[in-house]
């Protein structure tokens, strides 16, 4: 079946740069994304989300740009800190009746260096 | 308040003894979820409950069999597993089952089976 899929597995950034986190997804009948911050030991944490009628959503230090056109979807923290140092998902809500499921990404780790 | 509760947090079983994981949340939702995630891996849909009713089943075998006693409470009962079932379990839930919702995620019961 149809997956949402991220570029890069492991992101390495210094403490105080803006992190930048890609997702690609295929299924063109998606209509909310979600962003989850997972920590080791932890469930995943909601970040941020937004649905399929808007290409840009801010949060506190955190931004996420759908693009439908390519099917991209990105995570942008800005200054980013220790406390960030996680594993980052994307998910995917399909807008097919009575199958509201999350699909998830297979996720980036952020490594932030201090 | 967006918080999901699991227990136990850790789980060590036989392959012959019977267990059950827990779930709680007191948010209003009725819709609620059992996710399997394995290391390093996504979590995967195995259930999902909308208003205390099963209604995904991703084909799970019989050995996990949920429960959902009430709109709060949602029970996973673990009989004769096997050693690759060893996992952790994540419980989340949303408002409704339908529509774009955000769902929230419990700490995850950690499962070792010997």
């Known amino acids: 079946g149809e997956s949402v899929g991220l570029h890069l597995p492991t992101l390495s950034v210094q403490e105080g740069d803006n992190s930048i986190i890609n997702c690609a997804y295929s299924n063109s009948a998606s209509d909310y994304f979600i962003w989850y911050k997972q920590e080791s030991g932890k469930g995943p944490q909601f970040i941020i989300d937004?649905?399929?009628?808007?290409d840009k959503r801010q949060g506190q230090r955190v931004t996420v740009l759908l693009n439908k056109t390519v099917k991209h979807l990105s995570l942008q923290i800005a200054a980013t800190q220790p406390g960030d140092s996680a594993v980052y998902f994307c998910a995917e809500n399909i807008g097919d009746t009575g199958r509201r499921a999350l699909t998830f990404g297979s996720g980036t780790r952020l490594q932030v260096q201090p | 308040d967006t918080e999901v509760t699991q227990t136990p947090k850790h789980l060590v079983m036989g392959m012959t003894n019977k267990k059950s994981l827990k779930c709680e949340q007191h948010?209003?939702?009725?819709?609620m979820y059992w996710y399997k995630q394995k290391a390093k891996k996504p979590p995967e849909l195995m259930f999902v409950?909308?208003?205390?009713?099963?209604?995904i089943n991703e084909s799970v075998p019989s050995r996990f069999s949920p429960e959902c006693p009430n709109s709060s409470l949602l029970n996973l009962h673990l009989h004769a597993l096997q050693p690759e079932d060893s996992a952790l379990y994540l419980c989340?839930?949303?408002?409704?089952?339908?529509?774009?919702?955000?769902?929230?995620f419990g700490p995850g019961t950690r499962l070792l089976v010997l």
């Open positions: 989340a839930s949303s408002r409704v089952a339908s529509g774009p919702e955000t769902q929230y």
């Open positions: 937004i649905r399929s009628n808007m």
């Open positions: 409950y909308s208003y205390e009713k099963l209604s």
């Open positions: 948010m209003g939702h009725r819709a």
